[in-house]
């Protein structure tokens, strides 16, 4: 079984700054793409942010050049930096990680609780 542990939400001004972190926890083989996604209250769940096992990202028009993923692969855990924060980035944000738990298995999809992100203007 596979959890993935996410901490860092808060409250914040506009302008200011958060970093997330979501440790994959459990007997994991092999984790592949990891993620971030939020959802703001009425709307979708939608893209943040990827990186793929080897370090290639891909961000959402909205977030580039303010929010960085990273990823530590030994310590199963990925990383959203947040900086110049607008109340629009406000909503619940989820991480995502494509795990397999065994040689030969399929990766597939986990997600973690969600963690708060609030920005104030």
């Known amino acids: 079984q596979v959890q993935l542990v996410e901490s860092g939400g808060g409250l914040v001004q506009a302008g200011g700054s958060l970093r997330l972190s979501c440790a994959a926890v459990?007997?994991?083989?092999?984790?592949?793409?990891m993620g971030w996604y939020r959802q703001a209250p009425g709307k979708q769940r939608e893209l943040v942010a990827t990186?793929?096992?080897?370090?290639?990202?891909n961000y959402a028009d909205s977030v580039k050049g303010r929010f960085t993923i990273s990823r530590d692969n030994p310590k199963k855990t990925v990383y959203l930096q947040m900086n110049r924060l607008k109340p629009e980035d406000t909503g619940v944000y989820y991480c995502?990680?494509?795990?397999?738990?065994?040689?030969?298995?399929?990766?597939?999809?986990?997600w973690g609780q969600g963690t708060q992100v609030t920005v104030s203007s």
């Open positions: 990186i793929t096992r080897d370090g290639n990202t």
């Open positions: 995502n990680a494509d795990v397999a738990l065994t040689p030969g298995m399929n990766y597939i999809p986990s």
């Open positions: 459990g007997n994991i083989f092999s984790i592949n793409a």
